[in-house]
């Protein structure tokens, strides 16, 4: 059954070019925050595992410190996170 939903929902994403406006990779990360008033998160970067602490409301692009990837972008006042998060500090 689940494979089958899966199946289905990769056929129609191919064929719908707003599949990835309609689901947006960032809402996973915002729906996992358990702290919504965190100002500060721990975040490792995906490429090195490279770890920094970050402002959760950037109005800039974070980028890591070591390789550079970018880590987060402005998205309309809070930042979206392309790095796992690993804590939220006080
Ligand atoms: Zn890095």
């Keep these: 059954m689940f494979k089958e939903v899966v199946k289905e929902l990769k056929k129609w994403s191919s064929n719908n070019e707003n599949f990835n406006k309609i689901f947006k990779p960032q809402t996973r990360f915002e729906t996992m925050k358990s702290e919504p008033d965190s100002k500060f998160v721990k975040i490792r970067c995906p490429k090195c595992k490279n770890e920094q602490i970050f402002f959760d409301k950037a109005t800039i692009k ?29």
């Design 62 to 90: 974070v980028a890591c410190i070591v390789c550079g990837n970018i880590l987060a972008e402005p998205n309309g006042g809070k930042a979206a996170l392309k790095a796992r998060v690993l804590e939220a500090l006080q």
